[in-house]
């Protein structure tokens, strides 16, 4: 038997479970877990947001760990004892539990110079960064907006963005944030609490020509982004982290030829094939000390996921929270 966390109805509240201990089959592996980041999606998840699943379940969308057995097949056995980078199969049970089975296709290797701490969070805003990157790219958009820009992802996107010398207007909420990200190098950061926010990222935006426009917030502020930017602009929408559903003025969209699209990483590796996903984590793994670090605030372990989530909510631009199971 094995601890687990678990959400017994949708919105319900988290308990700690003994469950049976799952057996791998053909093609799958069982990871004793160590580490497992809190991301906003897993706030979606037991929520009961945008994300989809069966209950009872398991959360928990990636961490890290050891594969203590394998089933058959090639890549099971060349897994066998590695520590790995992981995340669930579809529907399957997630990374907040002490063992979890998974496709031996939801593992990556983890470098030497990885730790499971930073490993756990190598997955999920690491492969965010890197697509909208090339979002970027390949939609030949000279510079780009993010918003919740204080947080690990939105980190992450500044040092990428510096690198692959992109222009990026990075919003935040408070001010203590806009002089956080100034010290680490963002060069436009903008206060979304401003009286004077919308004319300001007008001005800058027509300035840089940032035609795509990333938003993990949703509800209202979509529709003060979508006012502020170029015509013919494209919003990403990528989180909910308002909770509210998006609104936009149909003006903007209609006479000004702007438009929005929703991105979600599961549906984005969908589209990749098996080439371009491994080219993807050697990318990832290459960065996992620079550019895609990432700052844990805090550590609690497995029993205290309730006390985590609360710190996480009230702490959210602060630095990772991991759940530890050493």
Not at 112 to 138: C, H, W, Y
Not at 174 to 187: F, P, S, T, W
Not at 227 to 242: C, I, N, Q, T
Request: aromatic share 4%.
């Amino acid at each position: 038997m094995m601890k687990s966390v678990r959400q017994l109805e949708a919105g319900g509240n988290l308990v700690i479970e003994s469950v049976p201990i799952p057996d791998p089959g053909p093609g799958e592996v069982l990871v004793k877990m160590a580490a497992s980041p809190i991301n906003p999606s897993d706030l979606a998840s037991i929520s009961g947001g945008y994300m989809v699943h069966t209950w009872p379940f398991t959360p928990g969308l990636e961490g890290s760990g050891t594969v203590v057995k394998a089933g058959r097949g090639l890549l099971p056995a060349m897994r066998s004892g590695k520590r790995v980078a992981c995340s669930p199969d579809p529907g399957g049970g997630g990374t907040w539990a002490e063992f979890m089975k998974t496709s031996a296709m939801h593992t990556v290797q983890l470098s030497g110079n990885v730790d499971f701490r930073q490993g756990s969070m190598m997955l999920v805003n690491p492969m965010t960064a890197m697509a909208l990157i090339e979002l970027v790219k390949k939609e030949n958009h000279a510079a780009m907006v993010n918003n919740a820009a204080a947080s690990a992802l939105g980190k992450m996107m500044i040092r990428l963005a510096g690198k692959h010398a992109i222009p990026l207007i990075s919003i935040v909420r408070k001010q203590e944030q806009v002089n956080e990200l100034k010290r680490m190098g963002a060069e436009y950061v903008l206060n979304s609490t401003s009286g004077s926010f919308e004319t300001e990222l007008r001005e800058l935006a027509l300035q840089l020509d940032a035609t795509l426009i990333l938003d993990a917030v949703s509800g209202d502020e979509t529709r003060r982004l979508l006012k502020a930017v170029p015509d013919g602009a494209h919003l990403v929408v990528y989180a909910r982290l308002s909770g509210d559903p998006l609104k936009a003025d149909p003006a903007d969209l209609i006479r000004l030829e702007k438009h929005i699209s929703g991105f979600q990483l599961g549906n984005w590796l969908k589209s990749k094939n098996t080439f371009a996903k491994v080219r993807l984590m050697n990318q990832v793994k290459k960065e996992m000390n620079d550019c895609l670090t990432t700052h844990i605030a805090r550590t609690f372990p497995l029993d205290d996921v309730n006390e985590a989530i609360r710190y996480y909510r009230e702490n959210m631009s602060a630095g990772k929270i991991l759940l530890i199971q050493d």
